[in-house]
Every structure is written in structure tokens, then in C-alpha cells.
């Protein structure tokens, strides 16, 4: 998991499979299909 400091950037890699979610107050980007581009903010 790569910590990015903006997603926004990051999530356009793959917008058709990329989902943010908020999990424990972070945000995270995770990729059921390319579980390569899992990313959190900060």
C-alpha cells in the first residue's frame, strides 16, 4: 500500500475500478481487480 498525498491523482489511474472508502477515519483507495494500486491518504 503506497501513502499518496492526494488521491484525486491516483484514483484517475483506474476510475472504473478504484473505490474510495473511509475506513477508521483514513481514506483509502483500494482495487478489487489491481490490487497494486491500493493507496491511503497522508
Known amino acids: 500500500m503506497k501513502h499518496i498525498n492526494s488521491l ?7 476510475t472504473k475500478n478504484n473505490q474510495i472508502i473511509k475506513r477508521h477515519g483514513k481514506t483509502l483507495i483500494i482495487n478489487k481487480k489491481n490490487p497494486r494500486l491500493k493507496a491511503t491518504q497522508g
Request: overall charge positive; hydrophobic content about 45%.
Open 8 to 14: 484525486r491523482a491516483w484514483f484517475k489511474r483506474d
